[in-house]
């Protein structure tokens, strides 16, 4: 009889240590999957931070003739809150614009003000290094999404070989759904990508630059006037046909005045001469030098002709959306 009830007690005993020791083991395991979830949860809060400090927005600037010029760019959040925007061309060139170099406007429309910045944007745009305003900019997650579900896949195997075999995914059923969270697939749906074109609004005339200056206008050139005066020719000298003259030694054959002129041929007829024919012709005496003539008057110059702005009114896809 005592043999017997020494029996039942040990029997019991055992029993409660098994009970006990069984307890033991399902308290781990649902640590460990805590842990897990945790890791997981830590990742995706990361991946957002990230994904949040930059976004695509429309670049606005002016090129050299004053036309709008749209582009697409970022605005980037520094770890201190300040927002920068940023135009990265072809080449790798990247072109940061700080506060006070830029405006914000509505849909998303950022107006660069700093004029080095706009030249340097809007002549990479006539070159067509960099993406148009319709156009949409990868922006790299700095490989968050990988690590995401590395960590994942990397918790899921870990479970599986620590010894606990089936039974202990089928106890901690709670835990081992929340390890597969990150793995959850959904059905592809086609996706769409929006080709975006500019629709112009009303053009903005702009009148030409003019200015005013006062000028002297020319009505008549300088000029100089000649003055002339007669010349009387005794032919019979000139040609050497009088015989007193030439005895006499007389050479002149020119007279600047009638008077002069008859003297000389009156005398050769009293002495038996031939100097009885003249001729005359006109002889320039001197110049009269005479001032331009002319008047002031103000004329209107243009700098600039006048010219019509082409503005970007916003952008719509064939599938109607508008931005």
Known sequence: MIKKNLFKTMTLIVLCTMVFAGCGRKKVTVDTSIQQESRAGDSKDDKKKVASNQEQVTVAVKDADGNTVEVAGIVETKDNGEKVVVVTDSDGNRTEISAGGFTSGDNKTITI??????????????????????????????????????????????????????????????????????????????????????????PIHHEAVTHDEDRWVVDKPAWKEAVYKNI????????????????????????????????????????????????????????????????????????????????????????????
């Open 232 to 323: 009387y020719i005794c032919r019979h000298c000139r040609d050497g046909r009088c015989d007193r003259c030439k005895s006499l030694g007389i050479t002149q054959y020119e007279y600047e005045n009638i008077a002069d002129f008859d003297a000389h041929q009156d005398a050769c007829l009293d002495e038996n001469g031939s100097c009885f024919s003249f001729l005359t012709y006109e002889k320039i005496d001197h110049y009269i030098y005479h001032d331009e003539e002319g008047h002031n008057e103000t004329i209107t110059i243009v700098d600039k002709e006048a010219w019509d702005e082409q503005v970007i009114d916003h952008y719509e896809c064939d599938c109607g959306e508008t931005k």
């Open 113 to 202: 003000t700093d004029e080095k910045a706009s030249e340097t944007i809007s002549s990479a745009a006539a070159e067509n290094k960099v993406p148009k305003a319709d156009e949409i900019i990868e922006i790299p997650d700095n490989g968050n999404n990988n690590n995401g579900s590395g960590n994942d896949s990397g918790n899921g195997s870990s479970g599986n070989s620590d010894g606990n075999g089936s039974s202990s995914g089928s106890n901690n059923g709670g835990s081992s759904s929340s390890g597969n969270n990150g793995n959850i697939s959904t059905p592809d749906t086609p996706s769409h990508t929006h080709n975006w074109k500019p629709v112009y609004g009303s």
